[in-house]
T-cell receptor, first 117, second 111 residues
Framework: GAVVSQHPSRVICKSGTSVKIECRSL??????MFWYRQFPKQSLMLMAT?????????EQGVEKDKFLINHASLTLSTLTVTSAHPEDSSFYIC?????????????FGPGTRLTVL | GENVEQHPSTLSVQEGDSAVIKCTYS??????FPWYKQELGKRPQLIID?????GEKKDQRIAVTLNKTAKHFSLHITETQPEDSAVYFC??????????FGAGTQVVVTP
C-alpha cells in the first residue's frame, strides 16, 4: 500500500514561535494532500487542501495567514503554524489520496502532536 | 457543505456480542464511504469502505451497509473482541476527494 510520513511526530514550542510540519508521500506522487486537526476526544476536522503548484484552499473558519501551506513537489506538503499559541495545541494529520486498484483511498500520515506552552 | 452525523458517541459491548454504529450524511453527491478505526495517539486506519453503487459489503467480522435514498450508512462488527476497542469514524468523500468525518464512536469491548 501507499505510505505517508510526517515529521516531526511531536513538537513542543513556546508561544509566539512558528512550527513547520512536513508531510511526504514515500512511494507515490500526490498532487493533492489534505491537512486535518484533531483536538482531544474530538473528530478530525479538515483544515485545508494542499495543491501541488498552486495555492491551498482552506475550509471555512481556518485562517490562511496563520496556517501556511506549501506544496512544492509531488511528494511534499508543509504546514507552518505561525505565531503559535496554546489554543493551537492539537494533533495535526495529513493525508494523500492514492489511486490503487481503481480506488481512491486516502492514506494518512502518523500525525504530529503540537504542544504550545 | 457535507454534514456527517454519527451515533452513538460511546458503545459498550460484551466480548462476543455485536456492535452497530450508524451515520447519516447530507450531500447526495457523496459517493465513497470509508470507515476508520483510530487508537489513541495513532493515525486513522481504514477498516472497510463502500461505494455508492453497492448496498452492502462484508469483510470477515466487519460489514457496512449503505442506503443512498435515505442517506444512511452503518458499520456492523460481529463477535467483538477486546482488540476491537477503539474510536471508530464514519466518513464520506465528495468528488474533490475531501473527507468529512463523523464525530466518532468510542467502542469498549469488555471481556
Amino acid at each position: 500500500g501507499a505510505v505517508v510520513s510526517q515529521h516531526p511526530s511531536r513538537v513542543i514550542c513556546k508561544s509566539g514561535t512558528s512550527v513547520k510540519i512536513e508531510c511526504r508521500s514515500l512511494d507515490f506522487q500526490a498532487t493533492t494532500m489534505f491537512w486535518y486537526r484533531q483536538f482531544p476526544k474530538q473528530s478530525l476536522m479538515l483544515m485545508a487542501t494542499s495543491n501541488e503548484g498552486s495555492k491551498a484552499t482552506y475550509e471555512q473558519g481556518v485562517e490562511k495567514d496563520k496556517f501556511l501551506i506549501n506544496h512544492a513537489s509531488l511528494t511534499l506538503s508543509t504546514l507552518t503554524v505561525t505565531s503559535a499559541h496554546p489554543e493551537d495545541s492539537s494533533f495535526y494529520i495529513c493525508s494523500a489520496p492514492a489511486r490503487l486498484a481503481g480506488g481512491d483511498e486516502q492514506f494518512f500520515g502518523p500525525g504530529t502532536r503540537l504542544t504550545v506552552l | 457543505g457535507e454534514n456527517v452525523e454519527q451515533h452513538p458517541s460511546t458503545l459498550s459491548v460484551q466480548e462476543g456480542d455485536s456492535a452497530v454504529i450508524k451515520c447519516t450524511y447530507s450531500d447526495s453527491a457523496s459517493n465513497y464511504f470509508p470507515w476508520y478505526k483510530q487508537e489513541l495517539g495513532k493515525r486513522p486506519q481504514l477498516i472497510i469502505d463502500i461505494r455508492s453503487n453497492v448496498g452492502e459489503k462484508k469483510d470477515q467480522r466487519i460489514a457496512v451497509t449503505l442506503n443512498k435514498t435515505a442517506k444512511h450508512f452503518s458499520l456492523h462488527i460481529t463477535e467483538t473482541q477486546p482488540e476491537d476497542s477503539a474510536v471508530y469514524f464514519c466518513s464520506t468523500t465528495d468528488s474533490w476527494g475531501k473527507l468529512q468525518f463523523g464525530a466518532g464512536t468510542q467502542v469498549v469491548v469488555t471481556p
